[in-house]
């Protein structure tokens, strides 16, 4: 008995502890829908919409999966199905692009050369924040970059990490060490961008980690109830 005991002690206590940190990461891919799919709001706690930024202001409209057009620049090269927008002639774009020199001026307004065209960004808005969150392409893209913002619509400081391997594929990073990433911008820097998937640590499973003192108290009365149950055999007997 002491033995079955301290067995579900260790196991109470280790899936305590597991329950704190973050969940595995969740890819979602443009790959997995037809092309013309709308998927802004496929996907269960995270939000995808195309931002337009113009003199006119801000508009948002839907995300869709976009196939690669055969004999299209890069198509071979891509061989798999992106996040884009429709045109207003109903063509596909699979380019999220800004041209802004300047980090984040577009996003604010402030600079006129935003407005030299219209700017056209991906949004991810998560239900709950995240740490991390990276967008990965089959083909390397023209000056990509991020901009994170906390709930309270905070741009955050957070710098993002490009890799390029040797095949040409590409990733974008960004990471938050203190989980507040609840919206995220992503465009060309003076350039363009395009994404194949998406992968984000989900919130949403997440739960308080019991504090020491508490975990002790849980032992301590394992233990007596150990101890009670062995007592008691002995007097039976």
Same mark, same amino acid.
Request: charged share 15%.
């Given at each position: 008995m002491i033995r079955?005991?301290?067995?579900a002690?260790?196991?109470l206590?280790?899936?305590?502890?597991?329950?704190?940190?973050?969940?595995?990461? &969740?890819t979602?891919?443009a790959?997995? =829908?037809?092309?013309g799919?709308?998927v802004?709001?496929t =996907?269960?706690?995270?939000?995808?919409? @195309? %931002?337009?930024f113009?003199?006119?202001?801000?508009?948002?409209s839907a %995300?869709y999966? @976009?196939?690669?057009t055969?004999?299209?620049r890069?198509?071979d090269a891509?061989? !798999?199905t992106?996040f884009?927008?429709?045109?207003a002639?109903g063509?596909?774009?699979?380019?999220?692009n800004s041209?802004a020199?300047?980090?984040?001026?577009c996003?604010?307004q402030l @600079?006129?050369?935003c =407005?030299s065209?219209?700017? @056209?960004l991906l949004? %991810?808005?998560f239900?709950?924040?995240?740490?991390f &969150?990276?967008f990965y392409s089959?083909?390397? !893209?023209?000056?990509p970059?991020a901009w994170?913002?906390?709930?309270?619509?905070?741009?955050l400081?957070?710098m993002?990490?490009?890799?390029i391997?040797?095949?040409?594929?590409q990733s974008?990073?960004?990471?938050?060490?203190a989980g507040?990433i609840?919206r %995220?911008l992503?465009?060309?820097?003076?350039g =363009?961008s395009?994404?194949?998937?998406?992968?984000y640590n989900?919130?949403?499973?997440t739960?308080t980690v019991?504090e020491?003192e508490?975990?002790?108290l849980?032992?301590?009365?394992?233990?007596?109830a150990?101890?009670a149950t062995?007592v008691?055999r002995?007097?039976?007997?």
């Amino acid at each position: 008995m002491i033995r079955q005991s301290w067995l579900a002690m260790f196991g109470l206590c280790t899936l305590l502890a597991a329950q704190g940190v973050w969940a595995v990461p &969740i890819t979602i891919d443009a790959g997995a =829908y037809v092309s013309g799919t709308e998927v802004g709001d496929t =996907y269960e706690g995270i939000t995808l919409s @195309h %931002v337009t930024f113009t003199e006119a202001g801000r508009q948002s409209s839907a %995300v869709y999966a @976009h196939g690669c057009t055969p004999g299209a620049r890069g198509c071979d090269a891509l061989g !798999t199905t992106m996040f884009g927008w429709q045109k207003a002639n109903g063509k596909a774009f699979s380019s999220w692009n800004s041209n802004a020199g300047l980090i984040g001026n577009c996003l604010q307004q402030l @600079h006129a050369d935003c =407005y030299s065209q219209p700017q @056209h960004l991906l949004e %991810v808005t998560f239900e709950r924040a995240t740490d991390f &969150i990276q967008f990965y392409s089959t083909q390397e !893209t023209d000056s990509p970059w991020a901009w994170a913002f906390d709930a309270a619509g905070n741009l955050l400081s957070l710098m993002p990490r490009l890799i390029i391997d040797q095949r040409g594929q590409q990733s974008l990073e960004l990471s938050s060490e203190a989980g507040n990433i609840s919206r %995220v911008l992503l465009a060309g820097n003076d350039g =363009y961008s395009i994404v194949n998937s998406i992968s984000y640590n989900n919130a949403a499973g997440t739960t308080t980690v019991p504090e020491p003192e508490t975990l002790a108290l849980m032992m301590m009365g394992l233990i007596g109830a150990t101890v009670a149950t062995r007592v008691r055999r002995r007097a039976s007997s």
